[in-house]
């Protein structure tokens, strides 16, 4: 069983480091809103036929239907709103440096628990690694090749995207409403289509997309949101959320690697500095990483 988690673990980051790489592929010939209604709209079908072919149609019908309001309305903060500040974002920096700054979604959860539960204190390591993430973060605003306003609201709309990320991650945790993890991420693709569908339809573009657009938005739903979802599940479910979240220091490398073999993004100081202070600063706020504590020193015993 053990063994099986590494493959599983970078499997998940070889999906979700390519999924940059096709937001930059398939904004060539589609407006960010159109892109991700599209990506959640096919990764919703994909998890109906799932949800379907485990419960069958009448019993997936039952289970969409007691779900309650609440797991569609978290699509909001945990799909429709990201998705579209990640690929806003992609039109001003490159792949690698916006999965960089998405890296920073531990860091947000450990400071928004801080905010909001009393028994939480940043102290130690852990106020520590939100410093470091956080200047991690202010690093990769310079860290293109030509820095502008832009590029800054570029980098700053990817890490507003990974705080609503760490707004849903709080709200699942403490409020799953009784859905299982399958069913949770159905309910939330479905609430995101609803509620971008709209501004998707007045964005359309006026000629269609190219092929290697519809194959980068293909890519992006199929195995970017609905696959690794359920690998993600899988890895929580088998090896616990502690192991499963290390999938956060593996995606920035696996993104960085794709946009600089098939996109020609360039591999800067400032990139790898600031993705070291950001994975830093991930493994301490979040308390993966743990600083080894100093031993009291003893006394000698005196003749």
Known sequence: MTRRYLPLLLTLAAIWGASFAFIEVALDDLTPTTLVAARVAIAAVCLLGVLAAMHGIAGAGRALRGAGLGPYALGIVNSALPFTLIAWGQEHVDSGTAAIANASTPIWVALLAIW?????????????????????????????????????VGTLAVVAASFSYAISLLIAQHRMWGVG???????????????????????????????????????????????????????????????????????????????????????????????????????????????????????????
């Open 116 to 152: 909001f539960w009393q028994g939480e204190r940043a102290t130690g390591a852990r106020l520590v690694g939100i410093l470091l993430g956080l200047a991690g973060v202010g690093v990769l605003t310079g860290a293109q090749p030509n820095a502008s306003w832009s590029t800054l």
């Open 181 to 303: 993890p399958l069913l949770l991420s159905t309910t939330t693709m479905i609430g995101a289509t609803v509620v971008l569908l709209p501004f998707a339809l007045l964005q359309l573009p006026d000629a269609a997309p190219g092929m290697e657009a519809v194959a980068a938005v293909l890519a992006l739903a199929i195995a970017g949101t609905a696959v690794a979802l359920l690998l993600y599940f899988r890895l929580m479910v088998g090896y616990g959320s502690a192991r499963a979240a290390l999938v956060t220091y593996v995606v920035p490398v696996t993104a960085l690697a794709y946009g600089a073999l098939f996109l020609d993004e360039p591999i800067t100081i400032a990139k790898l500095a600031g993705m070291g202070l950001v994975l830093a600063g991930v493994g301490l706020g979040s308390g993966m990483v743990r600083l080894p504590r100093r031993e009291p020193a003893v006394a000698a015993p005196r003749a």
